[in-house]
């Protein structure tokens, strides 16, 4: 484990995305949305990607100079092609796009297909804040979670983000997986060499597993809730959801069709459609009521559920969004920590292009 | 248990809301509404209610003849006054002002405040199908969930419901409680005198519980994830997303101060707003991309997804709003089942305006 300044890793970040032929002002988005995850404290979606998003462009599936295009269009709405760009610059583009929607309809809405990853969710979702709004974000993923009573794979993590302003309170910014645990839960407990608990994922045949490799294995994620009892009939509802919104809305990929993160896994022979799907949403606080209004009583309803009565064990109760924002200040300050694999992945980065890291 | 047609249940309901001071309109939009619930399988939110409305109406927190109004709007949005009308008659008068919106800015969202309890929230997201638009409809309640670490009831069950149409397949239709179980579910287990799985609800202290009546001794129903092990800070946040577009957004109440349905429950003494809250959202397909084609792709969807590998012990992976489908073409031809209990209630309301149940 070494720790690194988030202006040196934002710069060996930046130099990479300029490398593989990003312009300047999409080399400097790709690389705060994707640092955006390591300071946030989402080790797995940051800089531990970094080679795949290069490996994805080696393998031409993901296009540096992409032309993003709005391809159809309401006052509230938007579908938008990502032209096989990188989902760290199209995404950003896309969420703008609700924004200004949202500035003269109220609220906006956008479908895009033909994308790549993007990233953490709710750095997307966040962007609406400052605009006094609620935003929204979510992508499709290639499938790792089994829906209810399956054995196959069919849907991704696929994330859901909102982030909600209050007024002196910090903002509510919920960015969570539709799955019990997200897949860098696992990766963490595999280089520890710990098993996973029951209730996170299943083996082939469909039965719960506590082996943290079992993905790898032909195993499966399971969807929010674990098990029909505890209502994973829900997170599977969610996780298609965000699935259909993505991918079928746009004109993108879905279900188990959507392309696979890592470049060495070959296409799914079928195509549904173009690439990764997200969806994004803005809505003007003040399309409904008075954004000081709202943001006042936002400050009322998180100092309420702040002093909710905890559990024994507990100190208090936590607001979506404390643990990343506690988190970003601290590595903002102290720099972020990198482990080992990781470090030695984003040195053979750098050899590949010249860059020293 | 009697079984009775859905048409006596029909003219039974509709009189009683007659007797209490509805309009011929309103009268009938509240039983079709109320009803869906008992046609859908979801027992707990039909019927069985009907008494709880009527005590409601008597303790005056209920307004049989509301002055419904937007109270302000944009072309994508519209907040709603419900003028303390009944939930079942709001609801529906604000998801057609969402359709409306759609219509012309391609996606309609409506906040509401001032109401009550509207029955099953998937009746209100199917409006949109007819209008090959995806309706969205969710709705705060009073607190009995437990946010992960809090010993304190914070939140309601909170459900949302998403509905999607295809081609020829039957549409999409997610109708969840944010909850591992619905309380419902509880009633359920309390009538058999059977205990309720763990991971469900706990006990005053926080404890996990395994007692059916939990909820009646000062325990909460736990948030879908059940504990944080397992994703219950996700179910907690899809909740709390929930009381703050249907609370926070409109000007309703939230949190821990919504109103109670049971009507000898006392109001809370401190009230950030007014009455129930409800969200609802209308998204014209059109608005993406050719309906023709969307639908067609949730053709491919939903038969994909209902061909995936089951586990052991299962037929078929099910889509959402299956189970109520089916449910509601076997109640429509076979008529709905009543319990004892609910049979004896109906007939006190029934004796309370001679009516003859």
């Known amino acids: 484990m070494t720790t690194f300044l988030y202006s040196n890793l934002y710069q060996f970040t930046y130099s990479v995305f300029i490398s593989i032929g990003c312009s300047d002002e999409h080399a400097t988005v790709a690389t705060k949305t994707l640092l955006s995850a390591d300071l946030r404290g989402i080790d797995s979606h940051g800089v531990a990607r970094l080679s795949g998003y290069v490996r994805l462009w080696e393998a031409k599936r993901v296009n540096a100079n992409p032309q993003i295009k709005i391809i159809h269009e309401t006052p509230s709405t938007a579908t938008i092609d990502g032209d096989a760009g990188l989902g760290l610059v199209v995404a950003p583009f896309a969420m703008q796009v609700a924004i200004d929607k949202a500035k003269i309809a109220g609220t906006g809405w956008v479908s895009v297909c033909n994308s790549n990853h993007f990233g953490i969710a709710g750095y997307h979702a966040m962007m609406a804040l400052q605009h006094d709004m609620i935003g929204m974000a979510m992508t499709n993923a290639s499938a790792l979670v089994a829906p209810t009573f399956s054995k196959e794979r069919m849907l991704g993590t696929n994330p859901i983000a909102v982030a909600i302003p209050a007024n002196h309170q910090p903002s509510f910014v919920a960015d969570m997986a539709t799955t019990t645990a997200a897949n860098g839960k696992l990766e963490i407990l595999q280089r520890k060499n710990e098993d996973i608990p029951l209730g996170w994922a299943q083996d082939k045949d469909g039965i719960d597993s506590t082996d943290a490799n079992i993905i790898k294995k032909q195993g499966a994620l399971l969807p929010l809730g674990s098990d029909r009892e505890h209502g994973s009939h829900k997170g ?46 803005a809505m003007r606080i003040d399309a409904f009521r008075p954004a000081e209004d709202f943001k006042q009583h936002m400050d009322i309803w998180i100092e309420r559920f702040r002093k909710a009565t905890p559990m024994e064990g507990h100190d208090k109760v936590l607001i979506p969004g404390d643990p990343e924002r506690e988190m970003e200040i601290e590595r903002m300050r102290e720099g972020i920590p990198i482990v080992d694999s990781v470090l030695d992945d984003l040195k053979k980065v750098g050899e590949k292009f010249d860059l020293k890291f």
């Open 236 to 281: 599977y509802a969610l996780g298609s959801i965000v699935d259909i919104f993505s991918g079928v809305l746009s004109g993108g990929s879905y279900g188990p069709w959507v392309p696979p993160f890592p470049a060495y896994v070959p296409m799914p022979e079928y195509q549904p459609g173009k690439g990764l799907g997200h969806f994004f949403g």
